[in-house]
Nanobody, 127 residues
Framework: QLQLVESGGGLVQPGGSLRLSCEASGFTSDYFAIGWFRQAPGKEREAVSC????????KYRDSVKGRFTISRNSANNTVHLQMNSLKPEDTAIYYCAAEAEKFETLCLMLESEYTYWGQGIQVTVST
């Protein structure tokens, strides 16, 4: 059973940065595409970014392009989401998710495609 644990969240001022981490255990994360999702109060959960098994062709939602960067470190079974130039509208609970993906260069920005989920971590952007 794959387990995912997020870390790195917290409170940051607008314009600041945070680096979220998603550590996998139970299986090597190399077999899984990883996605980051977020849910703000009163809103539906939305896809933020995803990365394929090979690390190629990462995807981002339009509102975070140029500010967020997803990467994976196979040596420690971890996927990171570097978030720069944070805005108040980035405030949400952030979740990482994993899916065993047959195609090593594919990841999907669809919540329904992911089987394994972390517990979520709060990110608050405020003065």
């Amino acid at each position: 059973q794959l387990q995912l644990v997020e870390s790195g969240g917290g409170l940051v001022q607008p314009g600041g940065s945070l680096r979220l981490s998603c550590e996998a255990s139970g299986f090597t994360s190399d077999y899984f595409a990883i996605g980051w999702f977020r849910q703000a109060p009163g809103k539906e959960r939305e896809a933020v970014s995803c990365i394929s098994r090979s690390g190629s062709r990462p995807k981002y939602r339009d509102s975070v392009k140029g500010r967020f960067t997803i990467s994976r470190n196979s040596a420690n079974n971890t996927v990171h989401l570097q978030m720069n130039s944070l805005k108040p509208e980035d405030t949400a609970i952030y979740y990482c998710a994993a899916e065993a993906e047959k195609f090593e260069t594919l990841c999907l920005m669809l919540e329904s495609e992911y089987t394994y989920w972390g517990q979520g971590i709060q990110v608050t952007v405020s003065t």
